[in-house]
T-cell receptor
């Protein structure tokens, strides 16, 4: 079974702090994603990565950056946390980006990190 | 930009009643995925539909992909308390590999 783990389930930080959220997957997936989930807004893509050191902006990248130095690890960085970044952060990975004979694009999610910025 | 909307946002049903959630995209989708998120949990993949008009069943769950590939539905027959959760649809963004998630339908089943 694919396992996606996130470094913390709950995190409380202060405004202006630099925050690192870590995600690790153990299935050798090429693609990894960071989403934030807010009530009534569903899941919104922040960034995704399709290979080591490769990244693409999602729909809401402002205020965030990412790092993928190793295939299994994808980090989300909040350079200077703000209260409007209080949210649930979900990491996911997938074997492929588009489903086909090479595999499925289904995403496997980690348990999430609930970040509160005071 | 592309939008994926789901209705209803919330649904409360008595155990044993049927439930349907609808997903509508502003653009044609090459495929659509459905996920379920239990309370306090994370989204878990349920199924993917690819063909126009496709219908797939998983026990009491029936998934449909519209003929125009712009809408989809999930129907649960005779709901059980284990069906509680939020159901999301997701479709690939136009011209990109990014999946756009719908806003979700939260289902509550009253015993």
């Amino acid at each position: 079974d694919v396992k996606v783990t996130q470094s913390s389930r709950y995190l409380v930080k202060r405004t202006g702090e630099k925050v690192f959220l870590e995600c690790v997957q153990d299935m050798d997936h090429e693609n990894m994603f960071w989403y934030r989930q807010d009530p009534g807004l569903g899941l919104r893509l922040i960034y995704f990565s399709y290979d080591v050191k490769m990244k693409e902006k999602g729909d809401i990248p402002e205020g965030y950056s990412v790092s993928r130095e190793k295939k299994e690890r994808f980090s989300l960085i909040l350079e200077s946390a703000s209260t409007n970044q209080t949210s649930m952060y979900l990491c996911a990975s997938s074997l492929t980006l588009t489903s086909g004979i090479q595999g499925s694009s289904e995403q496997f999610f980690g348990p999430g990190t609930r970040l509160t910025v005071l | 930009g592309q939008q994926v909307m789901q209705i209803p946002q919330y649904q409360h049903v008595q155990e044993g009643e049927d439930f349907t959630t609808y997903c509508n995209s502003s653009t044609t989708l090459s495929n659509i995925q459905w996920y379920k998120q239990r309370p306090g949990g994370h989204p878990v993949f349920l199924i993917q539909l690819v063909k126009s008009g496709e219908v797939k069943k998983q026990k009491r769950l029936t998934f449909q992909f519209g003929e125009a590939k712009k809408n989809s539905s999930l129907h649960i027959t005779a709901t059980q308390t284990t069906d509680v959760g939020t159901y999301f649809c997701a479709g690939p963004g136009g011209g990109t590999y990014k999946y756009i998630f719908g806003t979700g339908t939260r289902l509550k089943v009253l015993a």
